[in-house]
C-alpha cells in the first residue's frame, strides 16, 4: 500500500511541477482550521493547531466589524495563547454570502477604512493576522455584490490591508518573523477569475485554498467534494485539490503559501443515478452536509451505506444503492493522502473547516500524523 501510495505521489508531482516546487526552501507544514461556534473550552486540540482562524467578522458600512457575540468568541479563542503560547489566533472576516467587499474596495477611501478598521481589530483584539473571506470577486452567485472591476480593486485593497497591518504591528513591535499575518481564503477553477494571483500573493503570507465543496448543490453530478486527484470517470473539467495547486502555481505562487483545505462534513445527495456506484452521476435531490461524528455514528457502513475508496482520487465515498445515496467525505485515510502530497510538494500544509465538527480530534490527529 505505501509502494502504491508513492507511486500516485510521484504521479502526482510530474503533473503538477514537483520539480519547481522542490526548489523551494523546505517549510515545516502548518495546520490551519477554522473556528465557528466551537467551545474553547475543549482545549485538548489546540496544542496540534499552528493557526486558529475565528469565523466571522463581518463588512459593514465599509468596515470590518464584530457584533458582541463575536467579540465573546473571539476572546475565548485568544484566551487560549496564555496556555498555548506557540498557538496563533486570526480573524477571518467574510464568507458565503457575506457582502460590502465589491463596495468597500471600490475606492481608495473605501480601501483604506477597510484597511484601517481591520488592522484596529487584529489589534485590539491580540489576534495574530486577517483573513480575508470573499467569496468571491467578480462573482455574484452568493447573492452580494460584484463588478468586473473587483480583479484590480481585490489587489489594492489587499496592499491596503498589508501597509495597514505592518504600520500597526510596528507600534506594537510585531515585526519580522511575528509580523501580523495576511492570507485570503480562495477558490479554484472559474471561481478565482476575478483575482491576479500573481499579483496579490506578494502581500500574502499564504492562501487558504478551499479545497472542498467541488460538488454540492449547484453542481449536476455527485463526486468527491474534497478529492486530491481526479476519479478515473471524472468529467474533464472536475475540479480537485491538485488541479488547484497547479492553477495557483501556474500563477507564480510559491508552494510553501499554499495551504490546502480538507472538509470535516459530507455532502449527501438523493435519487442518484445507479452507474458506478453513484459517483459522478446526476441527482434528484441534495440532501445537505453531515458533520464527521455523525458520518461514523449512522452512515459509514450501517444502514446500507457502504464505503468505497477511489485510488485515483484518493477519496472515500459511501453509497447506498437501496435508497440511491450518495455521500462524498474526508476521512482519515484522505487526509493522510493529502498529507503526503503536502510534504511531497512542500506546499505550506493544510487547513480545514471546521473545528467543531471534529470534537474528538480524529481527523485533526490523522492531519497532525500524516504532516509530521
Known amino acids: ?58 463588512v459593514v458600512d465599509g468596515r470590518v466589524t464584530l457584533d ?27 464568507g458565503w454570502g457575506a457582502g460590502g467587499f465589491s463596495e468597500a474596495a471600490s475606492s481608495e477611501a473605501g480601501r483604506r477604512a477597510f484597511a484601517d478598521s481591520a488592522a484596529r481589530l487584529v489589534a485590539s483584539h491580540d489576534a495574530d493576522g486577517l483573513d480575508v473571506d470573499w467569496e468571491y470577486p467578480g462573482h455574484g452567485e452568493s447573492g452580494i455584490q460584484s463588478s468586473p472591476k473587483d480583479r484590480a480593486h481585490f489587489t489594492l485593497l489587499l496592499r491596503a490591508v498589508r501597509t495597514a497591518l505592518d504600520k500597526a504591528g510596528a507600534a506594537r513591535g510585531r515585526t519580522g518573523g511575528h509580523h501580523y499575518t495576511l492570507s485570503i481564503a480562495a477558490a479554484d477553477g472559474p471561481f478565482v477569475s476575478g483575482v491576479d494571483i500573481s499579483a ?32 478515473r470517470i471524472a468529467p474533464a473539467d472536475a475540479r480537485t485539490t491538485e488541479r488547484a495547486v497547479k492553477q495557483f502555481r501556474n500563477a507564480g505562487v510559491r508552494p510553501d503559501k499554499l495551504v490546502i483545505g480538507a472538509a470535516f462534513y459530507g455532502r449527501d445527495f438523493a435519487d442518484v443515478r445507479t452507474d458506478h456506484q ?15 461524528p455523525e458520518l461514523k455514528k449512522d452512515y459509514i457502513d450501517k444502514g446500507g451505506y457502504v464505503r468505497y475508496w477511489d485510488a485515483e482520487a484518493q477519496a472515500p465515498w459511501l453509497w447506498n444503492a437501496e435508497a440511491r445515496r450518495f455521500i462524498s467525505y474526508d476521512d482519515p ?6 498529507a503526503a502530497y503536502v510534504k511531497a510538494m512542500h506546499l505550506g500544509g493544510i487547513m480545514y473547516w471546521e473545528q467543531s465538527l471534529d470534537p474528538s480530534g480524529e481527523l485533526l490527529e490523522a492531519m497532525r500524523q500524516g504532516l509530521r
Open 333 to 338: 485515510q484522505s487526509i493522510a493522502a493529502k
Open 1 to 58: 500500500m505505501r509502494h502504491f501510495v508513492a507511486v500516485l505521489l510521484l504521479a502526482a508531482c510530474l503533473r503538477s511541477g514537483c520539480v519547481a516546487a522542490a526548489a523551494a526552501a523546505p517549510v515545516h507544514p502548518r495546520i490551519i482550521g477554522y473556528a465557528t461556534l466551537w467551545d474553547a473550552a475543549q482545549t485538548q486540540d489546540a496544542g496540534k493547531i499552528d493557526t486558529l482562524i475565528f469565523a466571522f467578522a463581518n
Open 200 to 231: 496579490v500573493s506578494r502581500y500574502l503570507d499564504w492562501f487558504n485554498l478551499m479545497t472542498y465543496d467541488f460538488v454540492n448543490s449547484q453542481t449536476p453530478l455527485t463526486g468527491h467534494h474534497a478529492g486530491l486527484d481526479a476519479a
Open 278 to 292: 453513484g459517483l459522478y452521476q446526476h441527482y434528484g435531490r441534495y440532501q445537505g452536509e453531515h458533520p464527521w
Open 68 to 94: 458582541a457575540a463575536g467579540e465573546q468568541r473571539l476572546s475565548k479563542l485568544t484566551a487560549l495563547k496564555s496556555t498555548y503560547p506557540e498557538l496563533n489566533v486570526a480573524i477571518s472576516v467574510g
